[in-house]
């Protein structure tokens, strides 16, 4: 069964201090590999986005890597900001030009305190 | 630009009633969206249209339907509501990059409850 689990579920952090959320998947056959972020009350935008070639992707502050081999993708989140706080979501396609076979993570839900 | 747009943004109804909600996206993108999401839960897939005149099911389809009349516009109805349609619903529309990836475009969501 196609499957997304991110972890930890929730985090506190500390403004200005850096962070990782986890993302794991079970898709096949890939095609690619998404993070959204998620403000409250708003639909998900897209941060990075990564094919099985890529292991690595950056957007300002964001950085994501992915191993295709594990299974396995990373968000690292650097000098963290009040604006950060919001869910992060891992989006994984399974399939190529397949629209139905889109699988969300349940998020990852990041609070900054000042 | 206004990307994509949903309306309403807030609806309650009553168990029994149904509703319509507007999708518009001004990207000229060729597929089209519904999601829905619950507490805890990732975005399920409701239906979905690879262009205009077809639609197809996707993960939770029952008690939903959709039409997609017009290239920008996708709708969803609910013909008769019940209180496990209670969510947050999330139209998204994308066209497939030269990678035959779909970045996916959200609205802001509309937050729909039945009692």
């Known amino acids: 069964k196609n499957q997304v689990e991110q972890s930890p579920q929730s985090l506190i952090i500390l403004e200005g201090k850096n962070c990782t959320l986890q993302?794991?998947?079970?898709?096949?056959?890939?095609?690619?590999l998404r993070w959204y972020k998620q403000d409250t009350g708003r639909g998900p935008v897209s941060l990075t986005i990564m094919t099985f070639s890529e292991n690595t992707k950056s957007n300002g502050r964001y950085t994501a890597t992915l191993d295709a081999d594990t299974k396995q993708s990373s968000l690292h989140i650097t000098a963290s900001q009040l604006s950060d706080s919001a869910s992060y979501i891992c989006?994984?396609?399974?399939?190529?030009?397949?629209?139905?076979?889109?699988?969300f993570g349940s998020g990852t839900r990041l609070s900054i305190r000042p | 630009n206004a990307g994509v747009t949903q309306t309403p943004k807030f609806r309650v109804l009553k168990t029994g009633q149904s509703m319509t909600l507007l999708c518009a996206q001004d990207m000229n993108h060729e597929y089209m969206y519904w999601y829905r999401q619950d507490p805890g839960m990732g975005l399920r897939l409701i239906h979905y249209s690879v262009g205009e005149g077809t639609t197809a099911k996707g993960e939770v389809p029952d008690g939903y339907n959709v039409s997609r009349l017009k290239k920008q516009n996708f709708l969803l109805g609910l013909e008769s509501a019940a209180p496990s349609q209670t969510s947050v619903y999330f139209c998204a529309s994308s066209s497939p990059t030269r990678d035959r990836v779909h970045e996916q475009y959200f609205g802001p969501g509309t937050r729909l409850t039945v009692t």
């Open positions: 989006v994984v396609s399974a399939g190529y030009s397949s629209a139905s076979k889109i699988i």
């Open positions: 993302c794991n998947y079970t898709v096949s056959p890939f095609s690619n």
